[in-house]
């Protein structure tokens, strides 16, 4: 099913000028750095910023929407977590996707339009050489695998725990990485010490 069936899909806010930040008293805003690969955007990792009128609230997300990064390689999707407590201000030129939620999960969502054969669709019809730009069309009319929502809901868990997997690994791997370094040194200094009695 086309992507423009299952969910609404406009701009971010566009800002005039740089934002300012402003940790006591602005808005959360979510900007193109704020996607890290398809990890979830949660609430924590956003930064306040200052704003001379409240943006409309087309602009802005409260949780269970997904954002897809237009601008850039590679055009991937995040889920915005639900555990947002206020909402917060997206800015272009990320696009805002409003799934229709007797339809699609967000979480899912974000995951199909992430997938190797989705990713291709949109890198054939991206435009630009330097600035390489998927247009809100080409990704309204991406098709999307359509199961019911049970199924739906599994295999956005089952991808959640292999990305939580996947850092995990990295964790431990990082560790092991230490833990080898230290006795490294320490086997050198032994044999230095040995060698200098």
């Given at each position: 099913?086309?992507?423009?069936?299952?969910?609404?899909?406009?701009?971010?806010?566009?800002?005039?000028?740089?934002?300012?930040?402003?940790?006591?008293?602005?808005?959360?805003?979510?900007?193109?750095?704020?996607?890290?690969?398809?990890?979830?955007?949660?609430?924590?990792?956003?930064?306040?910023?200052?704003?001379?009128?409240?943006?409309?609230?087309?602009?802005?997300?409260?949780?269970?929407?997904v954002?897809?990064?237009?601008?850039?390689?590679?055009?991937?999707?995040?889920?915005?977590?639900?555990?947002?407590?206020?909402?917060?201000v997206?800015?272009?030129?990320?696009?805002?996707?409003?799934?229709?939620?007797?339809?699609?999960?967000?979480?899912?969502?974000?995951?199909?339009?992430?997938?190797?054969?989705?990713?291709?669709?949109l890198?054939?019809?991206a435009?630009?050489?330097?600035?390489?730009?998927?247009?809100k069309?080409?990704?309204?009319?991406?098709?999307?695998?359509?199961?019911?929502?049970?199924?739906?809901?599994?295999?956005?868990?089952?991808?959640?725990?292999?990305?939580?997997?996947?850092?995990l690994?990295?964790?431990?791997?990082?560790?092991?990485?230490?833990?080898?370094?230290?006795?490294?040194?320490?086997?050198?200094?032994?044999?230095?010490?040995?060698?200098?009695?």
């Amino acid at each position: 099913m086309h992507l423009c069936h299952l969910c609404h899909i406009n701009s971010g806010y566009t800002t005039t000028r740089r934002l300012e930040p402003a940790p006591a008293d602005g808005l959360p805003a979510i900007q193109l750095g704020d996607l890290h690969g398809d990890a979830p955007i949660r609430a924590e990792t956003l930064y306040r910023y200052k704003f001379e009128t409240r943006p409309p609230d087309r602009y802005l997300v409260q949780g269970g929407e997904v954002l897809f990064k237009s601008r850039g390689d590679p055009s991937i999707a995040s889920v915005v977590s639900t555990t947002l407590v206020e909402p917060a201000v997206v800015i272009l030129p990320l696009l805002i996707l409003r799934p229709r939620q007797e339809l699609v999960r967000g979480d899912y969502l974000a995951w199909a339009v992430n997938q190797p054969d989705a990713q291709r669709r949109l890198n054939r019809e991206a435009q630009g050489t330097s600035l390489r730009m998927v247009p809100k069309t080409v990704l309204e009319r991406l098709d999307v695998p359509l199961p019911d929502l049970d199924t739906q809901g599994r295999i956005a868990a089952i991808h959640a725990l292999t990305q939580q997997e996947g850092r995990l690994l990295h964790t431990l791997a990082h560790r092991r990485q230490q833990r080898t370094g230290l006795m490294l040194r320490e086997r050198a200094t032994l044999t230095q010490h040995h060698a200098n009695d």
